[in-house]
């Protein structure tokens, strides 16, 4: 690899994928996220967000194409061994454990490396006191928002070099939207690299250091979140005519 | 799915207990008077109801803790992948059968390999091999045929309508390797306990200890063990049990292995409390066991205990007032009334939208 690949983390190099063979969803998606970047991408609904990050994590098969991460070949490998790498994902929906309670939640986060549960639970604690708070309460019995807590809170338990995350923000209020961007950025800050899919997109587009705009399988266009907010196009399709 | 015993369970203990007294009182009301000395087996004519159903109450919380068992690899294979497994009753079939064909002092025979033979080995010995080679044959079964289907992508009903054609091909062979007739684990009668006018019979109290010394040890490691948290992750939401790095495959073997073996050990004890055991034992209760499951609430592990409480309680408690060959057709009834008033089952769970 050049000196100016280097810090590339991951790539995703013409990338073909479905959930019904013949059926493509992702035709021929390419990107690239540098090591410490935020990442957002937004587009329309059904545009293959979420099948993008899940293609990523290895819960669709790719037929054709790859991901890299670090220069290793990632595709179509099993989630497990994509934790072990350093990637942590948050679904969309889902995502969390609803008969367990919030700490076997967590533990469930730690799964493959349990020698290290309790000194990342101080970490994780520290994000979201209210978690250890009630940690005996059955996930299943939160609000949304709090569900959302617990599921990036699980995904950050084995400390990994790469977030996705789908859709963070939906269904919280204002408020708790807003908390959910800081700490993205927050978390992105102490040097996790964060791909984030988001409908919000002008909160999105403000705090990420690059955007890509996906639609109908394919990333169509990318540049810095600030250039994206100006761009006419993005502002008519996701911004509404009143931002700017 | 797989819940602490929390509030919800009893709440459901008490609706239970409410249950099983209204069905009690229901039946001494009914059946009135001394019973009808040709419904029931040992006890003596002229015995009053209320003596004749806390008799059958308690062979039915006996039959329950043993059904239980049998059944509770059923609930944990629909809860971690769906399935409904209809051969689970030649497993619980086979633990007895192998465990009669190690210890018996008859001449005993395999398919195809000429000439008869006994081995003899003492009781406890050949039950702990059978349940051994039960858990191996779930190991097995995983591996040659329940995996490969998953990795396909094959729906649960079709994996559903494999385990149909499953049963029928080892309910035969079973036939073929032991005949038609009931087979007896041990000669000893084992005498009884008595306690005032009711009984239990030695055999069935060691089964039920036993038996219940085993669901212990599966609910502790459901709950206290990391390996049986993951298992309950599983039943939750598989895909994000794999996006947790847990590999979920091999716990899904590892827990048809458990599956097979409680089924196999659930078979020796069912035998061991039934004077015998025949090819078609576990055939015959596999609707019960289904019907424990569902009652229970599916894929809830403690599910099973409670429905087959329940279902193995009113099974023998109805033979005060019908038939005992309708025994199993009240248990069934019961189902359909409690999915009436609680779609969910017992100890089950609506899924919280949204
Ligand atoms: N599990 C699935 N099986 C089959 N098709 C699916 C599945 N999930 C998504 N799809 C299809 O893939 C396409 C893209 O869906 P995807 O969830 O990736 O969209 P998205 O961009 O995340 O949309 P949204 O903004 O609504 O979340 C849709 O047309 C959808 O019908
Ligand atoms: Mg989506």
Redesign the interface.
């Given at each position: 690899m050049t000196a100016a690949t280097q810090d590339v983390l991951i790539t995703a190099d013409d990338v073909w994928a479905g959930y019904i063979p013949g059926v493509s969803i992702l035709n021929g998606c390419s990107l690239e996220v540098k090591k410490g970047e935020l990442i957002g991408i937004i587009g329309p609904n059904g545009a293959g967000k979420s099948t993008f990050l899940k293609a990523l994590f290895g819960l669709v098969p790719v037929t054709e194409g790859k991901f890299v991460l670090d220069g290793d070949d990632i595709t179509n490998l099993r989630a497990d061994q994509l934790v072990k790498r350093g990637i942590g994902f948050v679904p969309q929906t889902n995502n969390v454990f609803p008969s367990l309670t919030i700490l076997e939640n967590l533990e469930m986060g730690a799964y493959q490396r349990p020698q290290a549960f309790k000194e990342r639970l101080d970490v994780i604690g520290d994000l979201f006191p209210v978690l250890i708070e009630r940690k005996n309460q059955r996930a299943g019995s939160l609000s949304g928002g709090e569900r959302q807590m617990v599921a990036m809170a699980r995904a950050l338990m084995m400390d990994p070099k790469v977030l996705l995350l789908d859709e963070p923000s939906a269904g919280l209020s204002p408020a708790r939207q807003d908390e959910t961007f800081v700490r993205t950025r927050d978390i992105n800050k102490h040097g996790v690299t964060v791909i984030m899919v988001e409908q919000n997109a002008r909160r999105c587009l403000q705090i990420c250091d690059r955007g890509y705009v996906l639609d109908q399988g394919t990333a169509a266009y990318t540049a810095t979140g600030q250039e994206l907010l100006k761009d006419p196009k993005v502002i008519e399709l996701y911004l509404g005519t009143l931002g700017a | 799915?797989?819940?602490?015993p929390?509030r919800r369970f009893y709440r459901a203990a008490a609706l239970l207990l409410v249950a099983a007294a209204a069905f009690v009182i229901a039946t001494l009301v009914i059946g009135g008077g001394p019973a009808d000395a040709e419904t029931v087996e040992p006890v003596a004519a002229g015995t009053s109801t209320a003596t004749l159903v806390i008799q059958n109450v308690i062979n039915g919380l006996a039959f329950g803790v043993l059904l239980a068992l049998a059944a509770v690899g059923l609930s944990l294979i629909f809860g971690t992948t769906g399935l409904s497994n209809f051969a689970h009753g030649e497993q619980v079939t086979f633990g007895a059968l192998l465990t009669f064909f190690l210890s018996t002092n008859e001449q005993v025979t395999i398919p195809l390999v000429p000439g008869s033979f006994t081995i003899g080995l003492p009781l406890w010995l050949a039950a702990i091999i059978a349940v051994i080679v039960s858990g191996g044959t779930g190991w097995l079964q995983d591996k040659l045929l329940w995996n490969p289907l998953r990795k396909r992508r094959v729906a649960v009903l079709q994996q559903m309508v494999v385990s149909i054609g499953l049963s029928l091909a080892l309910l035969n062979m079973l036939q073929w390797w032991m005949g038609a007739s009931r087979h007896r684990l041990t000669n000893a009668s084992g005498g009884r306990i008595t306690f005032g006018d009711f009984y239990i019979g030695t055999q069935t109290l060691m089964s039920v200890v036993i038996a219940s010394i085993a669901l212990l040890a599966v609910a502790l490691f459901l709950l206290k063990t990391?390996l049986g948290?993951?298992t309950?992750?599983i039943?939750?939401?598989p895909?994000?049990?794999?996006?947790?790095?847990?590999?979920?495959d091999s716990i899904i073997r590892l827990v048809w292995v458990m599956s097979a073996a409680l089924a196999g050990l659930g078979g020796i004890l069912l035998a061991l409390f039934d004077n015998g055991a025949g090819f078609d034992s576990g055939a015959r209760i596999l609707l019960l066991m289904f019907a424990a499951v569902t009652l229970g609430g599916l894929g809830q592990a403690f599910g099973a205990l409670v429905g087959a409480l329940v279902v193995g309680v009113v099974s023998e408690v109805s033979t005060v007032v019908i038939a005992p060959d309708m025994r199993y057709a009240s248990a069934l009834g019961i189902l359909i009334i409690v999915l009436l008033v609680r779609p969910q089952g017992i100890l089950g769970?609506k899924e919280?939208v949204?």
């Amino acid at each position: 690899m050049t000196a100016a690949t280097q810090d590339v983390l991951i790539t995703a190099d013409d990338v073909w994928a479905g959930y019904i063979p013949g059926v493509s969803i992702l035709n021929g998606c390419s990107l690239e996220v540098k090591k410490g970047e935020l990442i957002g991408i937004i587009g329309p609904n059904g545009a293959g967000k979420s099948t993008f990050l899940k293609a990523l994590f290895g819960l669709v098969p790719v037929t054709e194409g790859k991901f890299v991460l670090d220069g290793d070949d990632i595709t179509n490998l099993r989630a497990d061994q994509l934790v072990k790498r350093g990637i942590g994902f948050v679904p969309q929906t889902n995502n969390v454990f609803p008969s367990l309670t919030i700490l076997e939640n967590l533990e469930m986060g730690a799964y493959q490396r349990p020698q290290a549960f309790k000194e990342r639970l101080d970490v994780i604690g520290d994000l979201f006191p209210v978690l250890i708070e009630r940690k005996n309460q059955r996930a299943g019995s939160l609000s949304g928002g709090e569900r959302q807590m617990v599921a990036m809170a699980r995904a950050l338990m084995m400390d990994p070099k790469v977030l996705l995350l789908d859709e963070p923000s939906a269904g919280l209020s204002p408020a708790r939207q807003d908390e959910t961007f800081v700490r993205t950025r927050d978390i992105n800050k102490h040097g996790v690299t964060v791909i984030m899919v988001e409908q919000n997109a002008r909160r999105c587009l403000q705090i990420c250091d690059r955007g890509y705009v996906l639609d109908q399988g394919t990333a169509a266009y990318t540049a810095t979140g600030q250039e994206l907010l100006k761009d006419p196009k993005v502002i008519e399709l996701y911004l509404g005519t009143l931002g700017a | 799915m797989f819940t602490r015993p929390d509030r919800r369970f009893y709440r459901a203990a008490a609706l239970l207990l409410v249950a099983a007294a209204a069905f009690v009182i229901a039946t001494l009301v009914i059946g009135g008077g001394p019973a009808d000395a040709e419904t029931v087996e040992p006890v003596a004519a002229g015995t009053s109801t209320a003596t004749l159903v806390i008799q059958n109450v308690i062979n039915g919380l006996a039959f329950g803790v043993l059904l239980a068992l049998a059944a509770v690899g059923l609930s944990l294979i629909f809860g971690t992948t769906g399935l409904s497994n209809f051969a689970h009753g030649e497993q619980v079939t086979f633990g007895a059968l192998l465990t009669f064909f190690l210890s018996t002092n008859e001449q005993v025979t395999i398919p195809l390999v000429p000439g008869s033979f006994t081995i003899g080995l003492p009781l406890w010995l050949a039950a702990i091999i059978a349940v051994i080679v039960s858990g191996g044959t779930g190991w097995l079964q995983d591996k040659l045929l329940w995996n490969p289907l998953r990795k396909r992508r094959v729906a649960v009903l079709q994996q559903m309508v494999v385990s149909i054609g499953l049963s029928l091909a080892l309910l035969n062979m079973l036939q073929w390797w032991m005949g038609a007739s009931r087979h007896r684990l041990t000669n000893a009668s084992g005498g009884r306990i008595t306690f005032g006018d009711f009984y239990i019979g030695t055999q069935t109290l060691m089964s039920v200890v036993i038996a219940s010394i085993a669901l212990l040890a599966v609910a502790l490691f459901l709950l206290k063990t990391r390996l049986g948290r993951a298992t309950r992750a599983i039943s939750d939401n598989p895909a994000l049990a794999a996006a947790s790095g847990i590999r979920v495959d091999s716990i899904i073997r590892l827990v048809w292995v458990m599956s097979a073996a409680l089924a196999g050990l659930g078979g020796i004890l069912l035998a061991l409390f039934d004077n015998g055991a025949g090819f078609d034992s576990g055939a015959r209760i596999l609707l019960l066991m289904f019907a424990a499951v569902t009652l229970g609430g599916l894929g809830q592990a403690f599910g099973a205990l409670v429905g087959a409480l329940v279902v193995g309680v009113v099974s023998e408690v109805s033979t005060v007032v019908i038939a005992p060959d309708m025994r199993y057709a009240s248990a069934l009834g019961i189902l359909i009334i409690v999915l009436l008033v609680r779609p969910q089952g017992i100890l089950g769970t609506k899924e919280r939208v949204g």
